[in-house]
């Protein structure tokens, strides 16, 4: 289901920048920065914060409609971690959960140029805005004995058992939202820096929202990996109560997660004119001023 969404969502991109107008100005472009998680683990919770950073990078192919209009598909790598254990506060401590994911991301948007600024005859600046549609894969993971342990199938959370609710899927939809201000030149080429966000919905991003369960009930579910790793607070594998009670909050589901990242993009434009029954390439030069 994961491969055929994502090819399904490429396919359509393809497609749409490469349809047949009277003009085309494409842009393909690689992306590269670093990552950031808002979510239950964060040393505060649903804040930015240094300890979360991680890399970030991608291509992406955008056609230009207009002066103000553009549409855009992206295909993104992403690296997403926190600890408790590099928070503040000893409760986290105590609860001492931690979770890394990689992301696997592809999406389409609109993007928006409310204005440029030229700079001599043929370059300009200009800032824009997107919002778009976006299909991601993640799979939490913690590291246990030296060795990566997939969180999502422990349902750590009871996910499965009357009263818990299904297991959470590891492929879903998302809505990135961007802001960017990129430098044109003539050449061709342009630069640019874009922060971007996507609203998801789901807060297991990091396998955390609701309530603890007794470990007991796990340990006998799911086995004894899926109580340890649920409640990683002291002296607590294979007992009746959690470190904070049974039924006590674990997370916070009123706050669904999400994730970022702020990168640098490089592309090269290739505008192209209609000629006859073709195109024509507009010839390559040096940037002028």
Not at 13 to 19: K, L, P, R
Not at 193 to 198: C, T
Not at 223 to 248: E, H, Q, R, Y
Request: aromatic letters at 14%; glycine letters at 12%.
């Amino acid at each position: 289901m994961k491969k055929t969404i994502l090819l399904s969502l490429l396919c359509f991109t393809i497609a749409f920048i490469n349809s047949d107008l009277q003009a085309q100005n494409i842009e393909y472009g690689a992306k590269g920065g670093t990552s950031f998680y808002f979510g239950d683990l964060a040393p505060a919770s649903h804040v930015f914060s240094i300890g979360t950073l991680g890399p970030s990078g991608g291509f992406y192919l955008k056609r230009q409609f207009n002066e103000f209009f553009s549409v855009r598909g992206d295909f993104t790598y992403l690296f997403l971690h926190a600890d408790d254990a590099n928070g503040s506060e000893a409760w986290r401590a105590t609860r001492n959960l931690d979770f890394a994911t990689h992301v696997f991301e592809g999406s389409v948007s609109m993007e928006f140029i409310p204005f440029e600024i030229r700079l001599g005859q043929r370059n300009n600046i200009h800032p824009y805005l997107g919002i778009g549609l976006g299909v991601y894969n993640f799979n939490p993971y913690t590291i246990y004995n030296g060795s990566e342990v997939s969180l999502q199938p422990l349902n750590t959370e009871g996910q499965g058992l009357e009263g818990y609710g299904n297991p959470y899927a590891l492929t879903q939809i998302n809505i990135p939202m961007r802001a960017g201000l990129q430098l044109s030149l003539s050449s061709g080429l342009t630069i640019g820096l874009e922060f971007s966000y996507r609203n998801l919905f789901t807060d297991y991003l990091d396998d955390v929202s609701g309530s603890y369960v007794p470990n007991t009930l796990l340990s006998e579910s799911y086995g004894p990996l899926s109580a340890l790793l649920s409640d990683k607070s002291p002296n607590m594998i294979n007992s009746t109560d959690t470190g904070f009670g049974v039924n006590n909050m674990r997370g916070a589901p009123e706050t669904e997660d999400g994730y970022g990242d702020l990168v640098l993009t490089v592309g090269y434009t290739i505008s192209r004119r209609k000629v006859g029954s073709g195109f024509a390439r507009n010839k390559v030069s040096c940037p002028t001023f």
